[in-house]
DNA sequence: ATGAAAGCGCTAACAT
DNA sequence: ATGTTAGCGCTTTCAT
């Protein structure tokens, strides 16, 4: 800075109001101040700046699993919005791992973030509240968690398994296998929900050995759904609650030798680049992920802006995407 | 910091000792001090020491496309090596945009990163000379920057598709297309490469009219495959330079009923967990995408310790995975 | 509207 | 081995 200031003839103060944007500098002066920065490639320090002050500019970005696309294609999202308004992305990526979490945000906390948008673990941490506390911006994502009282952007989970269980049931299939996450995540039970709300609006009974609760893991998946077809009255048809375990399904059918949807009907969580290059096309319940990064990512902006603001929710709708895994239409 | 040395009755200095882990403190007093630290839920700001110590423990990591899932395994693999050596990670992903890469990197710069991770667009941006200069440690991923003289960890991109190339070639195929990516990319020139050579091992000619380069996108494949496809002489197979050409590919071979690998065989570029899940099975070049991300911060920690050493480069082999698409096995 | 000066929370250098 | 002190590069009072 003083450099530049020396070369401007001016305070070191007038130089920062000029580059930082606060305060009232006249144009004559602010010229002469931007030049002489360009001509130094002078570059302020961030890291002095933000400790000056007392805030930086960076919020940290806190998911269970990077290699699933539709936390990337979340990430994109925030990002459309966060970089424009100059702030940067810590990524805490914990890997499905709850002392990983925990790890990462104490390491987000000394690094002094301004806000967080996080999809938490089964039970959020403790150290949620205490980062909220000491004034980070919060915002959950994906994952509902109420008892914190912060900002939350989610999905209908419940609504978009609903859909897609009617959509078989109207099929004819009476016998709908549910392959899901661990009965401790709260998505896994929203799916569940949907799946028995489905059932009981059609009058139907649900079968508890046709409702696998697994890791969202796809080789889980494909064991389960392989001891699931194993079974005296096998399902005529399976829902899957995420991309990776539609996978692991599929797996297990193919290795049978069974035809979709001929001898098994299938409809999954989440649309995918994949979808519509499988054989038979996959009918699946799709949302907008980025358009939800972008949401979360305006919602933190808003609350580091007014602190106080009374916490808000989004829930993002779900579209279920017929095509040809369900037996609903012939044209692959 | 003052409130910890007041209450374990020390300087600061010596908390800055104990807990940073540098400079010899009698174990009577660390332990005193911890017990203060922990007492007081005290977490040291890291801005403050970035500052102090003129050097952050953050490293960026520069990437195209995050919802690719090969640069998402990359990532995981750079978050085990980097996250217990106590660094985090700043996210600079472009989005395939090299103004957006312009920006991110002077904000990296500002921001004081102590290292890089980068796979840059085409020509790499001069910035990248000016951190190395500016003392950062520069590692670049996937796309080999030898002008820059840094450390770099990459793909044998000819080798795996020679190897694949060849694989069709053996099959007895002579009309074998190429999906690729733009022309400018490194990477799409060395599989250009290695599709030539494998032909001219084998004393064939390249049909240059099978060869198509467009954008990484999987809509351009599908498109550009569609075009091929109604050529004269049909190509009986096809080789897609990365994982989303392979699903373009896919696509228009679908729309034209076409049948794998009876009327054309394919072999595609990264393997991914949906590869085996399709039908036929994939048959693909595959490689260590998580390896080479924990390589790369192998690297990037060694050059942080030692910034004099000679660049060193590392390049990782792909393997031919041999299942159904090409027509070489029968078993789906 | 501008400048002078203090100080953010730490750690490095120096002194003991 | 520990304490004292200065200062990292900026922003922000507080004067003017």
Redo the contacts with the bound molecule.
Sequence with gaps: ??EV?ALA?????????V??G?????D???LKVQEAARKLN????R???S????GTRIIGIVIPDIENPYFAAVITGIEDILLSADYCLLLAHYQDSVDREQVLLETLHCEGVAGLIFTPSTKPSPLYRELAQAGVGLVALAREAPELGVDSVSLSGRQGTYDGVRHLLGLGHRRIALINGPATSSTATERYEGYTKAHQDAGLPVAAELVRNIEWKQESAYRAFQALLDIEQRPTAVFTGSNLLTLGALQAIHEKRLEIPKDIALVGFDDLPWAISLRPSLTVISYEAREMGRCAAQMLLERIAKPSRPPVHREFPTKLIVRASCGAQWDW
């Design positions: 800075v003083k200031a003839r001016v305070s070191t103060a007038t130089v920062s109001r580059l930082s606060n305060g009232i500098v006249r004559e002066l602010a002078y570059k302020p320090n890291v002095a700046r400790l000056r002050s007392r």
